[in-house]
């Protein structure tokens, strides 16, 4: 044998060993550090096979179904029947990857804020991410995130928030595409379509300075860019959640038609991100940014475009992109599934929609025909001090989380407050690289945490209640959704002109349960079938 095989051979063989004793040693290493923290092991549930291949396989069904937000409750009640007690933390295997899934409060607050720095996204989701959303903010870890964050936060100012101008116009637009009959009511009409498209033309002027125009373009059987984007930014989301449920193995989805759709998307809002950097050089050209007080004076008649504003920050002009798509996924998708559960719920609880209605008439007044509103009485202080329309915008997004399931990575090995021990009350050792997978949608519906009615549509629950971690509509810690406030505006705007014009809602589908579409974000799978009933007198 030649004296290269002996040292290929030896070369092996010193590998394996290698390998060997430092998993032993990151083993035990592990195991004291365990046993110092007072860990002790969660209950685990991994139907089927010990791999979790089966496990994923119920994933996928019950996404493919439309119930996988009802599915992961489904499960923490199979395991706490088990257990004989309540199971709020269990550990399960997924594809061979060992995950953890928690709906308990302390758990979540040490992952998103007081052990914030011990997790992370991860390479599963920003690897996921990145082929649509780059290194944006809902797609990057540590400096990288720091960066976005930094940058993009001081764009949701409470001056920007406050400008609604833009919103009516696209509410208007919406009301030309609900044409009322003789009788006063609409035809059944599906709300969540209308509202996708009022959101997308909102979030595209916004962020581009120019509308898609999806709400007139549908409405005059135009095709176009503009309608391939929306179809396309839809379906890769789709195609991205779909992927996700694969962890580490993320790639295995992403296939030839999710690359077109991530393609078609680039490629449009590369268009006004190269028309940003252009206007920006020839600002540069023409003496630099420093402005008189007149060009000032003028440029404030200007509304604001958020890529105007960012393009000052930085001429990355694949950054410009990242940051756009990462914005118009939380400006667009998180306001049109809020509004469609909300309408959804509020046309099976007509006693709700008509105090709402009375709230709405009392704090904003009725709705005068072929007139917009006057922005400076629907204001963002005027919506947010309106009790009962917070009261009725914070039960549905209890009900109806609009992202129900969200993860985390441990960047190191750490822990998590509770769920170990045969009574659920020990700390839980957490090794580096274990997933860790949180519901709020579960959390959202533990009787133990919102009593026996925690399933009902109840928006008297929150007088004088405050809530903390066991209420995450928008996530919490230093990783907060930065436009919380934009999307619940936005949101409260749409619901007091819609119920300012229309005095009466009713459910195509009254008995059927909801089903959930699950992309980024979640929204009724059967869309939102009302007929309304236009106020007169």
Not at 67 to 93: C, D, N, W
Not at 117 to 143: C, M, Q, T, V, Y
Not at 258 to 279: G, M, S
Not at 327 to 345: H, P, V, Y
């Amino acid at each position: 044998m030649k004296l290269s095989h002996f040292i290929g051979i030896w070369a092996t063989a010193a590998l394996i060993l290698f390998k060997a004793v430092n998993y032993m040693l990151v083993k035990r290493r592990r195991a004291l550090k365990s046993q110092e923290l007072g860990c002790k092991p969660a209950p685990t549930h991994t139907p089927g096979d010990p791999f979790g291949i089966y496990n994923l396989q119920l994933i996928l069904s019950a996404g493919a179904k439309h119930y996988l937000p009802e599915y992961m409750i489904q499960r923490v009640q199979a395991v706490s029947a088990r257990e004989g007690r309540l199971v709020t933390t269990f550990q399960e295997r997924v594809l061979g990857q060992k995950n953890i899934f928690t709906c308990e409060p302390k758990n979540i607050q040490a992952m998103l804020a007081t052990s914030f720095r011990d997790f992370e996204l991860g390479k599963g989701r920003n690897g996921n991410f990145e082929p649509l959303l780059g290194h944006g903010i809902f797609a990057s870890d540590g400096k990288s995130w720091e960066h976005s964050r930094a940058m993009l936060r001081p764009q949701f100012s409470r001056q920007q928030i406050n400008d609604l101008d833009l919103e009516e116009k696209h509410v208007q637009n919406m009301f030309n595409v609900l044409p009322v009959k003789p009788d006063g009511w609409t035809d059944v009409v599906d709300l969540q379509v209308l509202f996708f498209r009022l959101t997308i033309d909102a979030a595209t002027e916004f962020l581009f300075g120019e509308t898609v125009g999806s709400q007139m373009a549908e409405h005059n059987g135009a095709t176009g860019s503009e309608k391939k984007f929306t179809y396309a930014f839809d379906r890769a989301q789709y195609l991205l959640f779909r992927a996700g449920r694969y962890g580490d193995n993320y790639w295995l989805a992403h296939n030839a038609d999710f690359r077109k759709q991530v393609k078609v998307v680039h490629d449009f809002v590369d268009r006004y991100v190269d028309l940003a950097l252009q206007q920006q050089q020839q600002q540069q050209q023409q003496g630099g940014l420093r402005k008189t007080e007149e060009d000032q004076r003028q440029q404030n008649k200007q509304p604001y475009v958020f890529l105007e504003a960012i393009a000052a920050e930085t001429q990355d002009r694949t950054e410009l992109r990242d940051q756009l798509l990462n914005i118009l996924l939380a400006g667009r998708d998180t306001t049109a599934s809020l509004l469609s559960w909300l309408f959804f719920t509020l046309a099976r609880h007509p006693h709700v929609f008509a105090q709402l209605r009375r709230a709405v008439l009392d704090d904003f007044g009725p709705y005068v025909d072929d007139q917009p509103a006057d922005t400076t009485t629907i204001t963002f202080e005027r919506l947010k001090s309106s009790s009962y329309l917070q009261h009725t915008l914070k039960e549905a997004l209890r009900l109806y989380t609009v992202v129900p399931v969200n993860q985390r990575r441990a960047a190191v090995d750490t822990s998590l407050p509770t769920g170990g021990g045969p009574d659920g009350r020990a700390p839980v050792f957490v090794p580096k690289g274990t997933e860790i997978l949180y519901s709020t949608h579960v959390m959202h519906k533990r009787k133990d945490l919102w009593g026996d009615d925690a399933e009902a549509f109840r928006p008297e629950r929150w007088e004088g209640r405050k809530s903390g971690w066991e209420y995450l509509p928008f996530n919490g810690g230093p990783r907060i959704c930065i436009g919380q406030q934009f999307a619940l505006t936005e949101a409260g705007y749409v619901v007091v002109r819609v119920l300012q014009r229309f005095e009466a809602l009713e459910a195509e589908d009254v008995g059927e349960a909801p089903g959930y579409r699950m992309t980024l974000t979640c929204a009724p799978s059967g869309g939102v079938k009302v007929r309304l009933r236009e106020a007169r007198g």
